[in-house]
């Protein structure tokens, strides 16, 4: 209220976004290494500043190790640095505020048991931060229920469905959420019970011209 106020004095054309935190649902029938590839070009993107980012990353017990290995793997090799330099893949976050945040945040999620499996920490001048991607993250962490907004991935295990679509669902935060299986009843039943305004299956192309943009909750 207090933006669109400022805008009002000058006239000024505005769009308000508002977050999210989207959960990503892994199935253990998925082509791993292509989407491990996927995930992380999208995760990274913009260094996680964007409203619709991948964060809350939930994978099926039985390739969760595999999961972790594969994601540190890419995450690692991220060449991260000034945008108009050749091979950088990700450039700084947005201002002084956002380092100081994340190492909040990755200190309150270490400190509840979720173990940094890369990244973790600002470094060199301006504000660049580490990709990083934190394991087994308890909901209780700061982290699982406030956007981080920024390269920072956090990670927890499901058995079934029904506990899976209780993680992404827990949060008050309905802007986007993605699921990524080979199995077409389970895409139906996510598409269905997941709640947010945009579901991405197997795929991050949720903005587009041809369908609406919003959430829900």
Do not use: W
């Not at 290995?69 to 091979?87: C, I």
């Amino acid at each position: 209220k207090h933006l669109m106020r400022l805008a009002a004095d000058g006239v000024k054309r505005i769009t308000m976004e508002l977050g999210g935190h989207a959960p990503v649902l892994v199935f253990d029938d998925v082509d791993l290494p292509k989407v491990l590839d996927m995930l992380v070009a999208q995760k990274f993107r913009n260094a996680g500043q964007v409203c619709v980012a991948p964060t809350r990353f939930y994978v099926q017990e039985g390739i969760y190790d595999a999961f972790l290995a594969g994601f540190a793997e890419r995450t690692a090799a991220l060449k991260v640095g000034n945008g108009l330099e050749a091979g950088v893949q990700m450039g700084p976050l947005a201002n002084p505020r956002r380092p100081a945040a994340l190492t909040g945040l990755i200190g309150d999620a270490t400190a509840q048991g979720g173990r940094v499996l890369t990244g973790g920490s600002a470094y060199g001048e301006g504000f660049f931060f580490q990709p990083t991607l934190i394991a087994d993250v308890p909901n209780d962490a700061a982290i699982m229920n406030t956007e981080p907004f920024g390269p920072v991935a956090v990670t927890r295990s499901f058995t079934t469905l029904d506990e899976a679509i209780g993680e992404a669902n827990r949060l008050p935060f309905g802007l986007a959420a993605f699921a990524f299986t080979s199995d077409l009843r389970t895409a139906n039943l996510v598409g269905d019970a997941i709640e947010a305004g945009m579901v991405g299956i197997n795929s991050f192309a949720i903005s587009v011209a041809d369908a609406p943009f919003g959430g829900v909750k």
